[in-house]
T-cell receptor, first 116, second 109 residues
Framework: ETGVTQSPTHLIKTRGQQVTLRCSSQ?????VSWYQQALGQGPQFIFQYYREEENGRGNFPPRFSGLQFPNYSSELNVNALELDDSALYLCASSLSVSTSTRETQYFGPGTRLLVL | AQRVTQPEKLLSVFKGAPVELKCNYSYSGSPELFWYVQYSRQRLQLLLR??SRESIKGFTADLNKGETSFHLKKPFAQEEDSAMYYCALGSGGYQKVTFGTGTKLQVIP
């Protein structure tokens, strides 16, 4: 098993609330990506952080934001929750920012968020 | 825009039969293709990538740029191959990976 961990495992929030999801990357991995996986869909790229800076973003609104810390942990924050935000949120860490290298993304187990 | 299409939601095959999981992509640049697998109660993990040209657990995949396809194949299915398989496309610059909707492979004993 990989060293990527996520907390909490499950979370229930109501519409309009804010949520923070946490990820602890594999040791030494300076790149973390976050994905949203709705039921029956593949993971959808939210954004990537490299050395504590956002390095790329998918088609998600600004109310999705993140932070990466020097200790290889990171957060995904979602403000003004909507019902459609209900999904599994995955983080993935890697040694490289680029998919062109042979470095692999290692995924965490995910946090399942339910917005009521 | 990047897009990955996996036309089959479910593929059922008998043990020992050949397997082909289809994947087509749309991308204007030079594509990097991956197959990820998720076994029951396990996390998503990389199975193989086209740049490695390797066979993992008996699976192979060939990038066909003319047909924009990256189908996953295995000559003889085994029960332990039952899992969810995702085809994914990387853009190279950073680890933005576009995933397909996945195909559930069910190997019937």
């Amino acid at each position: 098993e990989t060293g990527v961990t996520q907390s909490p495992t499950h979370l229930i929030k109501t519409r309009g609330q804010q949520v923070t999801l946490r990820c602890s990357s594999q040791s030494g991995h300076n790149t973390v990506s976050w994905y949203q996986q709705a039921l029956g869909q593949g993971p959808q790229f939210i954004f990537q952080y490299y050395r504590e800076e956002e390095n790329g973003r998918g088609n998600f609104p600004p109310r999705f934001s993140g932070l990466q810390f020097p200790n290889y942990s990171s957060e995904l924050n979602v403000n003004a929750l909507e019902l459609d935000d209900s999904a599994l949120y995955l983080c993935a860490s890697s040694l490289s920012v680029s998919t062109s290298t042979r470095e692999t993304q290692y995924f965490g187990p995910g946090t399942r968020l339910l917005v009521l | 825009a990047q897009r990955v299409t996996q036309p089959e939601k479910l593929l059922s095959v008998f043990k020992g039969a050949p397997v082909e999981l289809k994947c087509n992509y749309s991308y204007s640049g030079s594509p990097e293709l991956f197959w990820y697998v998720q076994y029951s109660r396990q996390r998503l993990q990389l199975l193989l990538r086209h740049i490695s040209r390797e066979s993992i657990k008996g699976f192979t995949a060939d990038l066909n740029k003319g047909e924009t396809s990256f189908h996953l194949k295995k000559p003889f299915a085994q029960e332990e191959d039952s899992a969810m398989y995702y085809c994914a496309l990387g853009s190279g610059g950073y680890q933005k990976v576009t995933f397909g909707t996945g195909t559930k492979l069910q190997v019937i004993p």
